[in-house]
């Protein structure tokens, strides 16, 4: 059971209506849920823009704090990015000399990059979470931040310090985050080495929002043992394993998993593993076909993929969770396979991982795909195609 107690915060504005709202928050809850944070009461507000001093209006901040007071919730999460000013005045606000128990301020950056900080394994991920939670707070500290206090072991900015002490950690991060750099540039460089030996073999590369399926059926094609659970995020590192498909070899890499306001520090940070997605010859575009707002996550994950300049890479669309569609009938799935071929997807294959349901049909597309690519590099090369193996 989660003990840690917490408020999530939005607004309605004229780019955000109420149903997207609600899809927002449920997301923001789930990440929560991610960050070991339960989730108890949601705080809305109509705006036309945030309020600069608080991100929401003086009373409906005075009734945010006499619910976490009475509640006493222990973190608050905003839905959007807070400034440096407003972060302060909240802190201020929720966080006085006199309050024994400390109120944690989230906002969504804030709260992905904690969960990162969780999930990372590898040197490469734990080095590029970092910088970016450094580049992050650097411009947010105030004395009464708390996440830098965890960060470093809890020294250095426990309430009462003075200007000069955050100009110390000013400096420390800043430090901090020149040494990052460097560490990150020789371990790129390593990756970049281990990349140029697979010159020779295609690469296809699991794409997708987070939680729609990627890592089971990373599992299915591979028999790899990636890690899959019901949480967003669940993978931060690359996996890449070799797949045989009628004696063609193929790379196949799971990646992390795209959300919309991926903060930008970490999309930096995370240029050298997403590498796996530009450097791919095919692109699975794995989506939660059951989830009532797939579409904006398709949207968000091929806006994400051009601003990475993978746009152009050849792309299949898998339709996972198929099966929770409340018609999947044959009819029902082509006249939106036609929908999304008037979008521009050539090739689309409706899946369900848990299920098992076409997942041969997959491996046949697939392994056509990578067929071709590797008869560019290799012409002579005579495949089998017989699909009969290409089975469960």
């Known amino acids: 059971m ?7 915060v939005g607004i309605i504005t004229p780019e955000v209506n109420q149903d997207e709202l609600t899809e927002h928050l449920d997301e923001l809850a789930f990440l929560a849920e991610t960050a070991g944070i339960a989730v108890r009461n949601r705080f809305t507000q109509r705006l036309k823009h945030p309020d600069p001093r608080f991100f929401v209006g003086k009373g409906k901040l005075d009734e945010i704090k006499q619910a976490v007071f009475q509640h006493e ?14 972060l302060r005045n909240l ?47 650097l411009p947010r500290l105030t004395r009464l931040w708390t996440h830098l206090e ?15 002490e955050i100009e110390t950690d000013r400096r420390n991060i800043r430090h901090q985050i020149s040494i990052l750099k460097e560490e990150l540039k020789k371990i790129d460089r390593q990756r970049a080495t281990q990349r140029k030996g697979r010159g020779q073999t295609v690469r296809v590369a699991l794409v997708g929002y987070t939680n729609a ?109 198929a099966d929770l569609l409340p018609d999947h009938s044959e009819v029902a799935l082509e006249q939106m396979a036609g929908y999304y071929r008037d979008k521009g997807f050539e090739r689309i294959v409706f899946v369900s991982a848990t299920s098992r349901l076409n997942i041969a049909t997959l491996r046949e597309v697939l392994f056509e795909q990578v067929k071709n690519k590797h008869l560019t590099i290799y012409p002579n090369f005579v495949a089998n195609t017989d699909y009969s193996a290409i089975g469960e």
Request: overall charge positive.
């Open 150 to 164: 965890r960060q470093r072991g809890g020294t250095g900015t426990r309430g009462g310090a003075g200007e000069k």
């Open 73 to 86: 919730l222990t973190s608050l999460i905003f839905d959007d990015d807070l400034t440096p000013s407003q």
């Open 213 to 321: 399926g990627k890592s089971t059926l990373m599992n299915l094609l591979s028999k790899a043992q990636v890690k899959a659970e019901n949480l967003l995020f669940a993978t931060v590192d690359a996996t890449v394993r070799k797949v045989v498909l009628h004696g063609i070899p193929f790379l196949l890499s799971d990646t992390v998993g795209f959300i919309r306001k991926l903060p930008h520090h970490l999309i930096e940070s995370f240029k050298s593993t997403l590498d796996e997605v530009r450097e791919a010859d095919l692109l699975l575009h794995v989506v939660d076909v059951a989830h009532p707002f797939h579409d904006s996550h398709i949207d968000v994950v091929q806006k994400t993929l051009v601003e990475l300049g993978a746009g152009n890479i050849p792309t299949v669309l898998v339709l996972n969770k």
């Open 2 to 8: 989660l003990q840690n107690k917490g408020g999530i």
């Open 91 to 137: 802190e201020k606000e929720f966080n006085p000399p006199s309050r024994e128990n400390r109120v944690k301020i989230y906002d969504r950056s804030l709260l992905i990059l904690d969960i990162f900080v969780m999930r990372a394994q590898t040197a490469q991920a734990k080095v590029q979470v970092e910088l970016a939670r450094n580049q992050y707070l």
